[in-house]
């Protein structure tokens, strides 16, 4: 028992670091080197079949793998990046399972927490906007749009007046501009160059996995345990 503690220290020591040199390539260059999952998934590798017991160990790591396709269709899609993807498989193989609370986790905890933490980026763009309304600024001047989509473009971006790793969110039809809510391809949109234009910020998923992860170790998993109040 002493053994598999120890071991759990080890995954989640090497998962912290892992998601942290990955979260801080991600911000400084927004973009994370293969190599790191390279690195971390022969460590995580090597973990399991040096653990006590493999009989125990490798239905762990079936078990968390579960993540691994439901992964790679979400970056096919484009709702986020290759390397977030390959982040949530790594950690299914690195620390499979692993929590420090007593609440319930599944192998999409990780996932699931860092979707509910993408939800304060919108709480940010709120409050920022309503502030500027209130201070009588017209951040939609120019706009020809029903007040359905301009309380929408409140929650997911902002007017910005140089915008810096941010995705456009207006277009032009004729001489109107227009919202324009349309899925931006994680990997394949390019950056905002315009100035004084409507954004969402191109904030790195990485952080909300790592977050989503930290959150798994502490707490558990928040929706299960929602769920569970309720029941």
């Keep these: 028992m002493a053994e598999l503690a120890y071991l759990d220290q080890i995954r989640i020591i090497l998962s912290v670091g892992m998601l942290g040199i990955a979260t801080a390539s991600d911000?400084?260059?927004?973009?994370?080197?293969?190599?790191?999952?390279i690195i971390f998934g022969a460590i995580g590798v090597a973990v399991v079949l040096l653990g006590t017991d493999l009989s125990q160990e490798l239905?762990?790591?079936?078990?968390?793998?579960?993540?691994?396709?439901?992964?790679?269709?979400?970056?096919?899609?484009?709702?986020?990046?290759g390397a977030d993807a390959f982040a949530l498989i790594v950690l299914a193989v690195l620390a499979p399972g692993i929590t420090m609370s007593t609440?319930?986790?599944?192998?999409?905890?990780?996932?699931?927490?860092?979707?509910?933490?993408?939800?304060v980026p919108m709480i940010i763009n709120v409050a920022r906007n309503a502030a500027l309304l209130a201070t009588k600024n017209d951040i939609f001047e120019g706009f020809n749009e029903t007040t359905k989509k301009k309380i929408i473009a409140m929650f997911i971006g902002y007017r910005a007046a140089n915008p810096k790793f941010s995705f456009s969110i207006e277009k032009k039809v004729g001489?109107?501009?227009?919202?324009?809510?349309r899925l931006q391809h994680a990997e394949n949109t390019a950056f905002c160059q315009k100035s004084d234009t409507w954004v969402t910020p191109g904030i790195p998923y990485m952080i909300f996995i790592t977050a989503g992860f930290v959150l798994q170790l502490v707490y558990g998993d928040?929706?299960?345990?929602?769920?569970?109040?309720?029941?």
């Design 27 to 37: 911000i400084k260059k927004r973009e994370i080197n293969d190599i790191i999952w």
């Design 59 to 81: 239905p762990k790591v079936g078990i968390a793998l579960i993540i691994a396709p439901f992964a790679l269709v979400v970056w096919r899609v484009g709702l986020f990046g």
């Design 103 to 119: 609440n319930v986790i599944t192998p999409f905890t990780t996932l699931t927490n860092a979707v509910l933490m993408s939800i």
């Design 175 to 181: 001489n109107q501009k227009k919202l324009n809510f």
């Design 222 to 231: 928040i929706i299960m345990s929602v769920f569970g109040a309720f029941r």
